[in-house]
């Protein structure tokens, strides 16, 4: 079985995060880059798969050369290959136009079976790209999965949203997209991070990868941020000491701010 993994690097949730005062797009070279915690659970959902089906499990990354610093840690959780899509004119791309080149980098490899992704990423938080790659593949999408069963023709997954759980199946080959429900993704070993350094990572230009530059790109980009500025500081609350009207005083506070 031939897994694909769609993952990217996105900045440390832990550091300061901003927009770039040149195009307002996310400055990403202002804080720690890290493989998205959604997309170490996608790997280790497709690690689990080959290790019961047996086949190989694929990496596709779409982003700058620094990138390649998320792509090595799937490949030292397990993952055999990468592919990294690298190109300056992807500056700025919206999630249709990512799906898009995505489905494009996947349609470049033989025979795949199954591609799962996480729901959706720490820093856009669109939750489409999964579903809008699965339209750009003619693929069935199993979304939202908090579980995954797997075999050699068909895959079926517990999709669960706020309406509810379903259980939902299709034929493969499929594409799941998994919630953080999903599992507890494994930590790469040493052997696993040493292994990592020589396993192939195929860089792919958009000329490589049979991409239009108009196709992509902030200038090609269905919706752009205008204008940005910093939330502004917080500031203090109203403090009510109660004296014996307290409740009447929070009351004709939350009154004032049409609370009730």
């Known amino acids: 079985m031939n897994i694909v993994v769609l993952v990217k690097q996105v900045p440390d949730t832990w550091s300061e995060r901003k927009l770039s005062d040149a195009d307002h797009t996310l400055d990403r070279a202002s804080a720690d880059a890290v493989l998205d915690e959604i997309n170490e659970r996608a790997v280790e959902e497709a690690l689990l798969a080959k290790e019961a089906q047996g086949g190989e499990v694929t990496v596709v990354c779409m982003g700058p050369e620094r990138a390649n610093e998320a792509i090595r840690k799937a490949l030292s959780m397990g993952a055999d290959s990468a592919v990294h899509l690298s190109d300056e004119a992807l500056h700025g791309s919206d999630a249709v136009q990512t799906a898009r080149a995505l489905a494009k980098v996947v349609g470049t490899l033989e025979s795949v079976d199954l591609v799962i992704a996480g729901n959706e990423s720490t820093d856009g938080r669109a939750g489409a790209v999964p579903a809008m790659v699965a339209e750009a593949l ?114 004709e506070f939350l009154t004032g701010q049409k609370l009730v």
């Open 138 to 251: 003619g693929l069935p999408q199993l979304t939202y999965a908090r579980s995954v069963s797997v075999d050699e023709q068909s895959v079926s997954i517990e999709r669960e949203t706020d309406a509810g759980v379903a259980t939902v199946e299709a034929s493969l080959p499929a594409l799941v997209s998994v919630t953080e429900k999903i599992n507890e993704p494994r930590y790469p070993s040493f052997k696993g991070i040493m292994a990592a350094k020589k396993k192939p990572v195929s860089v792919l230009s958009l000329a490589d990868a049979g991409i239009e530059a108009g196709e992509v790109g902030l200038a090609n980009a269905a919706s752009q941020v205008v204008s940005s500025a910093p939330a502004p500081p917080k500031e203090a609350g109203q403090r009510v000491t109660d004296e014996g009207e307290g409740g009447v005083q929070i009351v």
